[in-house]
């Protein structure tokens, strides 16, 4: 797509993940979602005169856990600043950040595309770092002039913020990256990235590369763009604003460093940026060490046991799949963007089946399919992977070739039942004259004593039979499988 | 590091002002310049000391890694959080709006 | 003896026995507020019921026999930058006028534990910015040795009320000096233990990195009780040490024989009133008398120290003052309430929320307040934090390795604790400069984060005290309130009372 437009789109973007803690960053208040406005609040979360933040240990831990699978170096020493700004979200009046020395730096994560939309992306992380987040502010939008309600629940919930390089080169590409990154924070635990509870948020900084006739590179103003509330407002959003940064150039050639950086928001319903109105003064945020808190050391001891608590990344995680149980990149690619939980679930089931392209194909084409239609989770799957691989291999052993298995296994989702119950519920009990004569076969073949004493005249020594019938097919009609015998051995003579 | 101070200008302080959020009158200014210009020219003696090699000190403890465990405490209520708030409405604070002109000329 | 003229150590002893009640004993002081208050200002909120309610319970959990705390039925005031669910804190400011905190502060908690009694909430310079007291909201002290002078700042309140006999005890705040030098200069005994001694939490705060809680009593003694009781880790405060607590009280009646005490050359250049330098040689000596030995001792930065702290302690306060806005609580103001447009206004305010804040801060905001929070701001806005901020951390370094250094040949460091005796009441109102000057000799300690101690060593001839200050290494409290005591054991300053109470003879 940007090969064909005559500028490349130049993306950078800004990710604020909240963290899986119970309490915030600097108090015991509970960081749950959807609390009655301001019961979620203390003196320190309130900003209370003489209260004190005292750092939460599974945020700090949950943030080193990020950037090291973000493979960011980790400083050995940090510390956090006030950045200072007045806003009613913000009861203290400043923010409790890291501003010089954030305890990681310089990582990356890379997107590919299995299809290969696009090639490979190597994004640069610039840094990570642990910061409280601020409450939230109800404006009257139609009057402009009501008052705000302030709710600060949230105030004070731990946050990651992770500052990419302007290393994306399209919005889908820059789509796919929020994906690859949200997949690996939820695996890790990291965060739940719920775009819809405000516990991922991303803003995004764009500007065009034009080539120019004289060989230069001509660069369009940084817009940071806000207010996007899904990853497909992100591309929808980014598509806009280069579209709209290049008519803006055709007209004005104006280029980077002439204007300060603007901010517009996205208008998601009217599909558009607009520009955001932004004083000068209120970007002077006045860092300084917050004396509240003391400085964090961390060893490289802490560091190697986070890594060995960490999980497998989903990067490393689809080679895993690939080469343990054979199967291709893409079905790798899809199995391990379903999350840990469709991971495991696959994993147990392909050990059981013993062929993990079997059971890869019946989680994409089945299990999936479920899935998506019921809005499910594989936590909640009726189904448990040692049923489904009973199923599995019985169509593998051809007691039910596939279209029959696929109605077993919607008979097994639908009624929560194992195998054997649906299968006698439907009525599949029913085993075709041709399996009958070729299970007595099997069983004359392997019984020639008997085969013997029927020949002789003992046709009762048939019974014998039956058992070891009935043990390979519970299904098979005793008196039949008794006639058909006497009929065959008969034809033998 | 021996730059000697440039006197405050009464833009300087307005500007100030606006960004510590204090409402400053004509009179106000005027004197505020004065006397801040008097005290940043008082401390600006510390221009006086080579303090290239020395590393600044924030604070006067040693102290590093103090942490709490993630372990949830009691909140306030509602009522007790909204105490002494100028306005609300039972379950929020109120402020005037955030967006918009404040009708100044 | 009345109970008003007896110390906290006595108190405490005799209503353990029984000879007077927390009752009488908290009546006692509450008769003496109503009587004194009224010339002095030391007191903004006194709580007479709640502390008789609680004075009868503790009589009457001792009379049935519970276990009670170690103050128990202890009269005591708060600096009210403190913290307290049952009664204001308002900082002595406009802003916080009538604030409830929904909680106690770490100390106050710790005193209830005790079975304290707490008699009211004290005057002070508005959120401690100030070294007179008369950058109250509410009225300036009167030095109770001279109703027409200051008793200084900004622990006035606290100062006086001890010196007035309006409490046995109370607690102070000390950022720059701010116990130390009302201490001084009312002839009482505080105490500003080392950075993290004593939990900040709940006091309100003006500069964090500097501020620190402690006791003002009549003799080193009642501190040394006191800190038994307010010292200790708090895992609510990060920058609380979690050093375990001496028994102060057991450590303080030891000989000084061997003890170092350095005395800065410097304490005594231009500007030191030469009444105070008497006093502060005479202490000199009876230390000396004590055994221990003096021995001058370099602080080459000293001079640098009020230069600094006027940085550091403005850009802290600028930031932990930024949350009084109208937004949440304190002080808003109501639209069209200003005496005078704002300049800001021409240019147009952001939106009604902006202009809120900013008329809020101008209303409930004090001159002194304003002036640190703009200077702080100035110094670490862009451009300038470097040559300002920067540079004052730099100079902080070494200001603290000064005092690291000299106390590698000393164990403390004796001199005065201000250049002269309270002043006028009015003489250093229009000059901000001047005011900031009284901090000379106590702002290296805060900078340092170390330990001093204030305690009367003398008079003027006009009959006013003259305060002798000792500093000590990081936690060497026990050192300071064991060298001030044997002081006390010797001499009888701190007996003294201003003419309205005539002399303590514990």
């Given at each position: 797509m940007s090969n064909a437009a005559p500028y490349t789109t130049i993306i950078g973007l800004e990710v604020h993940v909240q963290l899986m803690t119970r309490t915030k960053l600097f108090c015991g208040c509970s960081t749950k979602f959807g609390g009655a406005p301001n019961t979620q609040v203390c003196p320190t979360c309130l900003g209370l005169p003489g209260s004190l933040p005292v750092m939460n240990r599974q945020a700090f831990d949950l943030a080193l856990r990020a950037a090291l699978a973000l493979e960011c170096s980790i400083a050995p020493f940090t510390k956090w600043d006030r950045k200072n700004y007045f806003y009613p979200d913000l009861p203290k009046g400043y923010q409790i950040s890291q501003f010089d020395l954030p305890f990681s730096s310089d990582g990356t994560l890379e997107v590919v595309d299995p299809k290969g939309a696009f090639e490979p992306r190597r994004v640069g992380i610039i840094r990570v770092h642990l910061e409280e987040d601020a409450g939230k502010s109800m404006h009257d939008e139609a009057a402009g002039t009501g008052d705000t309600r302030i709710d600060l629940n949230r105030a004070g919930t731990p946050l990651c913020e992770i500052v990419t390089q302007p290393d994306l080169r399209s919005p889908p590409e820059a789509r796919a990256w929020l994906n690859e990154l949200k997949l690996l924070l939820v695996y890790l635990g990291v965060s739940d990235c719920n775009m819809q509870e405000g516990s991922l948020r991303v803003d995004a900084n764009v500007n065009l590369h034009i080539p120019q006739p004289d060989g230069r590179i001509a660069k369009t103003p940084i817009v940071e763009i806000k207010n996007m509330n899904s990853f497909r407002s992100v591309e929808r959003a980014?598509?806009?604003?280069?579209?709209?940064?290049?008519?803006?150039?055709?007209?004005?050639?104006?280029?980077?460093?002439?204007?300060?950086?603007?901010?517009?928001?996205?208008?998601?319903?009217?599909?558009?940026?607009?520009?955001?109105?932004?004083?000068?003064?209120?970007?002077?945020?006045?860092?300084?060490?917050?004396?509240?808190?003391?400085?964090?050391?961390?060893?490289?001891?802490?560091?190697?046991?986070?890594?060995?608590?960490?999980?497998?990344?989903?990067?490393?995680?689809?080679?895993?799949?690939?080469?343990?149980?054979?199967?291709?990149?893409?079905?790798?690619?899809?199995?391990?963007?379903?999350?840990?939980?469709?991971?495991?679930?696959?994993?147990?089931?392909?050990?059981?089946?013993?062929?993990?392209?079997?059971?890869?194909?019946?989680?994409?084409?089945d299990v999936l399919r479920i899935l998506n239609e019921t809005n499910g989770t594989v936590a909640a799957f009726p189904i448990r992977p040692a049923g489904l691989a009973d199923l599995i291999s019985r169509v593998m052993k051809g007691d039910f070739d596939t279209s029959r298995g696929r109605e077993i296994f919607a008979e097994m989702v639908t009624s929560g039942r194992p195998v054997d119950e649906v299968v006698a519920s439907m009525g599949i009990s029913a085993v075709s004259d041709d399996d009958v004569i070729a299970l007595c076969r099997e069983l004359l073949a392997a019984n020639p004593k008997i085969v013997a004493d029927v020949k002789s005249g003992k046709e009762q020594a048939a019974a014998g039979l039956i058992g070891q019938a009935k043990k390979k097919n519970p299904n098979v009609n005793p008196g039949k499988v008794r006639a058909t015998c006497i009929d065959l051995i008969r034809g033998m003579d | 590091m021996t730059t000697p101070p440039q006197p405050l200008t009464a833009k300087d302080v307005a500007k100030v002002g606006l960004l510590a959020r204090l409402a400053l009158s004509e009179s106000d200014l005027e004197r505020m310049t004065g006397e801040l210009s008097k005290i940043v020219g008082f401390v600006s003696m510390l221009g006086e000391l080579d303090t290239s090699d020395v590393a600044p000190l924030a604070h006067p403890l040693d102290t590093q890694n103090v942490f709490r465990d993630d372990v949830p405490a009691a909140s306030l209520t509602t009522a007790e959080a909204l105490q002494s708030a100028p306005r609300h409405d039972g379950e929020c604070f109120l402020v005037p709006a955030v967006l918009g002109d404040s009708g100044a000329a | 003896?009345?109970?008003?003229?007896?110390?906290?150590?006595?108190?405490?002893?005799?209503?353990?026995?029984?000879?007077?009640?927390?009752?009488?004993?908290?009546?006692?002081?509450?008769?003496?507020?109503?009587?004194?208050?009224?010339?002095?200002?030391?007191?903004?909120?006194?709580?007479?019921?709640?502390?008789?309610?609680?004075?009868?319970?503790?009589?009457?959990?001792?009379?049935?026999?519970?276990?009670?705390?170690?103050?128990?039925?202890?009269?005591?005031?708060?600096?009210?930058?403190?913290?307290?669910?049952?009664?204001?804190?308002?900082?002595?400011?406009?802003?916080?006028?009538?604030?409830?905190?929904?909680?106690?502060?770490?100390?106050?908690?710790?005193?209830?534990?005790?079975?304290?009694?707490?008699?009211?909430?004290?005057?002070?310079?508005?959120?401690?910015?100030?070294?007179?007291?008369?950058?109250?909201?509410?009225?300036?002290?009167?030095?109770?040795?001279?109703?027409?002078?200051?008793?200084?700042?900004?622990?006035?309140?606290?100062?006086?009320?001890?010196?007035?006999?309006?409490?046995?005890?109370?607690?102070?705040?000390?950022?720059?000096?701010?116990?130390?030098?009302?201490?001084?200069?009312?002839?009482?005994?505080?105490?500003?233990?080392?950075?993290?001694?004593?939990?900040?939490?709940?006091?309100?705060?003006?500069?964090?990195?500097?501020?620190?809680?402690?006791?003002?009593?009549?003799?080193?003694?009642?501190?040394?009780?006191?800190?038994?009781?307010?010292?200790?880790?708090?895992?609510?405060?990060?920058?609380?040490?979690?050093?375990?607590?001496?028994?102060?009280?057991?450590?303080?009646?030891?000989?000084?024989?061997?003890?170092?005490?350095?005395?800065?050359?410097?304490?005594?250049?231009?500007?030191?009133?030469?009444?105070?330098?008497?006093?502060?040689?005479?202490?000199?000596?009876?230390?000396?008398?004590?055994?221990?030995?003096?021995?001058?001792?370099?602080?080459?930065?000293?001079?640098?120290?009020?230069?600094?702290?006027?940085?550091?302690?403005?850009?802290?306060a600028s930031s932990n003052l930024a949350r009084y806005d109208g937004a949440h609580y304190g002080h808003r103001a109501e639209p069209g309430g200003h005496r005078a447009e704002p300049v800001q206004k021409a240019g147009g305010f952001e939106?009604?929320?902006?202009?809120?804040?900013?008329?809020?801060?101008?209303?409930?905001?004090?001159?002194?307040?304003?002036?640190?929070?703009?200077?702080?701001?100035?110094?670490?806005?862009?451009?300038?934090?470097?040559?300002?901020?920067?540079?004052?951390?730099?100079?902080?370094?070494?200001?603290?390795?000064?005092?690291?250094?000299?106390?590698?040949?000393?164990?403390?460091?004796?001199?005065?604790?201000?250049?002269?005796?309270?002043?006028?009441l009015g003489e250093k109102t229009d000059d901000p400069l001047a005011m900031y000057l009284v901090d000379l000799y106590t702002v290296g300690t805060n900078l340092a984060g170390v330990g001093g101690i204030s305690f009367p060593c003398g008079f003027t001839k006009s009959g006013l005290p003259i305060g002798f200050q000792l500093q000590a290494p990081p936690l060497a409290e026990p050192l300071l309130l064991q060298a001030a005591d044997r002081f006390q054991r010797l001499t009888d300053w701190h007996r003294r009372r201003p003419k309205t109470t005539g002399e303590v003879k514990a």
């Amino acid at each position: 797509m940007s090969n064909a437009a005559p500028y490349t789109t130049i993306i950078g973007l800004e990710v604020h993940v909240q963290l899986m803690t119970r309490t915030k960053l600097f108090c015991g208040c509970s960081t749950k979602f959807g609390g009655a406005p301001n019961t979620q609040v203390c003196p320190t979360c309130l900003g209370l005169p003489g209260s004190l933040p005292v750092m939460n240990r599974q945020a700090f831990d949950l943030a080193l856990r990020a950037a090291l699978a973000l493979e960011c170096s980790i400083a050995p020493f940090t510390k956090w600043d006030r950045k200072n700004y007045f806003y009613p979200d913000l009861p203290k009046g400043y923010q409790i950040s890291q501003f010089d020395l954030p305890f990681s730096s310089d990582g990356t994560l890379e997107v590919v595309d299995p299809k290969g939309a696009f090639e490979p992306r190597r994004v640069g992380i610039i840094r990570v770092h642990l910061e409280e987040d601020a409450g939230k502010s109800m404006h009257d939008e139609a009057a402009g002039t009501g008052d705000t309600r302030i709710d600060l629940n949230r105030a004070g919930t731990p946050l990651c913020e992770i500052v990419t390089q302007p290393d994306l080169r399209s919005p889908p590409e820059a789509r796919a990256w929020l994906n690859e990154l949200k997949l690996l924070l939820v695996y890790l635990g990291v965060s739940d990235c719920n775009m819809q509870e405000g516990s991922l948020r991303v803003d995004a900084n764009v500007n065009l590369h034009i080539p120019q006739p004289d060989g230069r590179i001509a660069k369009t103003p940084i817009v940071e763009i806000k207010n996007m509330n899904s990853f497909r407002s992100v591309e929808r959003a980014l598509t806009y604003e280069a579209a709209r940064q290049w008519e803006e150039w055709q007209a004005t050639k104006a280029e980077m460093g002439k204007t300060p950086k603007q901010t517009r928001g996205w208008d998601d319903p009217a599909g558009i940026t607009r520009a955001q109105r932004h004083k000068e003064e209120s970007s002077d945020y006045r860092y300084f060490p917050e004396p509240d808190l003391v400085p964090v050391t961390v060893t490289a001891e802490q560091i190697a046991s986070i890594r060995d608590g960490m999980g497998e990344p989903p990067v490393s995680l689809r080679k895993t799949l690939a080469s343990k149980w054979m199967i291709s990149p893409y079905d790798a690619d899809v199995l391990v963007n379903q999350g840990r939980d469709l991971v495991d679930y696959f994993e147990d089931l392909a050990t059981r089946v013993g062929e993990g392209k079997v059971a890869s194909n019946w989680m994409q084409q089945d299990v999936l399919r479920i899935l998506n239609e019921t809005n499910g989770t594989v936590a909640a799957f009726p189904i448990r992977p040692a049923g489904l691989a009973d199923l599995i291999s019985r169509v593998m052993k051809g007691d039910f070739d596939t279209s029959r298995g696929r109605e077993i296994f919607a008979e097994m989702v639908t009624s929560g039942r194992p195998v054997d119950e649906v299968v006698a519920s439907m009525g599949i009990s029913a085993v075709s004259d041709d399996d009958v004569i070729a299970l007595c076969r099997e069983l004359l073949a392997a019984n020639p004593k008997i085969v013997a004493d029927v020949k002789s005249g003992k046709e009762q020594a048939a019974a014998g039979l039956i058992g070891q019938a009935k043990k390979k097919n519970p299904n098979v009609n005793p008196g039949k499988v008794r006639a058909t015998c006497i009929d065959l051995i008969r034809g033998m003579d | 590091m021996t730059t000697p101070p440039q006197p405050l200008t009464a833009k300087d302080v307005a500007k100030v002002g606006l960004l510590a959020r204090l409402a400053l009158s004509e009179s106000d200014l005027e004197r505020m310049t004065g006397e801040l210009s008097k005290i940043v020219g008082f401390v600006s003696m510390l221009g006086e000391l080579d303090t290239s090699d020395v590393a600044p000190l924030a604070h006067p403890l040693d102290t590093q890694n103090v942490f709490r465990d993630d372990v949830p405490a009691a909140s306030l209520t509602t009522a007790e959080a909204l105490q002494s708030a100028p306005r609300h409405d039972g379950e929020c604070f109120l402020v005037p709006a955030v967006l918009g002109d404040s009708g100044a000329a | 003896m009345q109970p008003i003229e007896m110390s906290a150590v006595d108190l405490v002893a005799a209503l353990r026995q029984g000879d007077i009640t927390a009752v009488q004993c908290t009546t006692a002081f509450l008769d003496r507020i109503e009587a004194t208050n009224g010339s002095i200002n030391a007191f903004l909120a006194v709580d007479r019921d709640g502390a008789l309610t609680r004075a009868a319970d503790i009589d009457a959990r001792r009379k049935a026999g519970k276990q009670l705390g170690a103050l128990a039925g202890l009269p005591m005031a708060l600096k009210d930058v403190l913290c307290t669910a049952d009664m204001p804190t308002t900082c002595a400011s406009k802003m916080l006028q009538g604030f409830r905190p929904p909680y106690d502060a770490d100390v106050v908690a710790r005193l209830r534990k005790a079975d304290a009694v707490f008699v009211g909430k004290t005057n002070m310079d508005e959120f401690a910015m100030g070294g007179s007291n008369e950058n109250s909201a509410f009225g300036p002290v009167r030095n109770p040795w001279d109703l027409s002078r200051a008793p200084g700042g900004s622990s006035g309140g606290s100062a006086a009320c001890v010196a007035g006999d309006m409490a046995p005890v109370a607690i102070g705040s000390d950022t720059g000096g701010s116990i130390r030098q009302p201490a001084g200069l009312c002839g009482i005994t505080g105490l500003k233990p080392t950075y993290g001694r004593v939990s900040r939490r709940g006091l309100v705060a003006f500069a964090s990195s500097l501020d620190q809680i402690g006791p003002m009593a009549r003799s080193a003694a009642d501190c040394a009780l006191i800190m038994e009781t307010i010292a200790g880790h708090d895992p609510g405060d990060s920058t609380s040490l979690a050093v375990d607590v001496p028994r102060y009280t057991d450590l303080l009646d030891k000989p000084l024989a061997g003890i170092r005490i350095g005395r800065v050359p410097e304490h005594y250049a231009e500007g030191l009133d030469p009444e105070v330098a008497k006093g502060v040689d005479e202490a000199f000596a009876v230390l000396k008398a004590a055994g221990a030995t003096v021995h001058d001792v370099k602080l080459p930065h000293a001079k640098y120290g009020i230069p600094t702290y006027y940085l550091i302690a403005p850009c802290e306060a600028s930031s932990n003052l930024a949350r009084y806005d109208g937004a949440h609580y304190g002080h808003r103001a109501e639209p069209g309430g200003h005496r005078a447009e704002p300049v800001q206004k021409a240019g147009g305010f952001e939106s009604p929320l902006v202009e809120m804040y900013c008329r809020s801060r101008a209303e409930g905001f004090g001159p002194e307040v304003k002036r640190r929070i703009m200077l702080g701001t100035y110094a670490l806005s862009a451009g300038y934090y470097d040559a300002y901020y920067a540079k004052a951390l730099r100079v902080r370094r070494l200001i603290r390795q000064d005092y690291l250094d000299a106390f590698q040949s000393v164990d403390l460091i004796g001199g005065p604790v201000s250049a002269t005796p309270a002043f006028k009441l009015g003489e250093k109102t229009d000059d901000p400069l001047a005011m900031y000057l009284v901090d000379l000799y106590t702002v290296g300690t805060n900078l340092a984060g170390v330990g001093g101690i204030s305690f009367p060593c003398g008079f003027t001839k006009s009959g006013l005290p003259i305060g002798f200050q000792l500093q000590a290494p990081p936690l060497a409290e026990p050192l300071l309130l064991q060298a001030a005591d044997r002081f006390q054991r010797l001499t009888d300053w701190h007996r003294r009372r201003p003419k309205t109470t005539g002399e303590v003879k514990a």
